[in-house]
């Protein structure tokens, strides 16, 4: 038993249910029952519903990551405004801007990150399923069965014996001789690591105004962009097959409904923003309508003292 199972054992139950409910409907609706394509397709159900189950979550995330970008020029200034000072009321004063900063945006540096934390029990619960699926088809496991619900020694032999193009859904690439195997791991990291890739840059790039487009925060997710990906590439090589599908789906899953919330609801001054005004501009031209521009703001009389007139001098008679 790992470190972590007891903690992780309710979610591994959970887990386990809604993988053997998906595949007890997809084997009713023509897959077929012992192993197939219907742990596949279990596998790819329980990132749907998870992932289904986290839409608010998404949302709130959106919203956080945008209004911490759109916040960053205030936030410069705040820095800017006590930079090298280190007396308490200075500190106190720069803490207590920032807070009001944040919330009068609505966001927090957390908030941001909460979808990411609460998939990780998700993602660690499977790989631990799926990594003792051969243990428990021995029997290993037949005395703390309770950790894995339905999954008892029959099924875990089907579950194990499952295959995508001929890699088993428990094997690690590191841990396998299988060639098929292998290339089915690097087609699925190089897969996990593009979609990563694609959603940053979609947040980053389409969905920023260009003042956000700067500054310390705006580098670190630049760097991020890169860095996330490599990093599914490396960790990839240790994750089982079933593993890699999983975060392969939820990624495609982010990509496009963060590709609908963006074009839909964009930021304000982002590029994404001048993109649905310039759509609701044809559609409205197509329809013949001509959208009202707004009239221009008159200019400022000059303040101050009236200028006098000045009268041109008279030539003196001789």
Known sequence: MGFFDPILAPIMWVVSWVLYGSHWVFAHIGFGPGPGYAWVLAIVALTVIMRAAMIPLFVKQIKASRGMQIMQPELQAVQKKYKGKTDPASREAMTRETM??????????FASCLPILLQSPIFFALFRVLSNLQPIARGDHFDRMWSFGPIDQSVAADFEASSLFGAHLSEVFLQTESMAARVVVIVLIVAMSATTFTTQRQLT????????LEGPMANMQKTMLYVLPLVFAVSGVNFPVGVLIY??????????QQFYTIKRMPAPGSEAERALKE????????KGIVPEVAPEEEKPKPSGQRVQPQRKNRKKKG
Request: aromatic fraction near 8%; avoid cysteine; proline fraction near 6%.
């Open 100 to 109: 009001e900063l944040y919330k009068k945006h609505g966001t927090n540096p």
């Open 205 to 212: 790039m389409k969905n920023m105004p260009k003042a956000a």
């Open 247 to 256: 975060w392969t789906v939820t990624n495609i899953w982010s990509m496009g």
């Open 279 to 286: 759509r609701q501009a044809r559609k409205l031209a197509a």
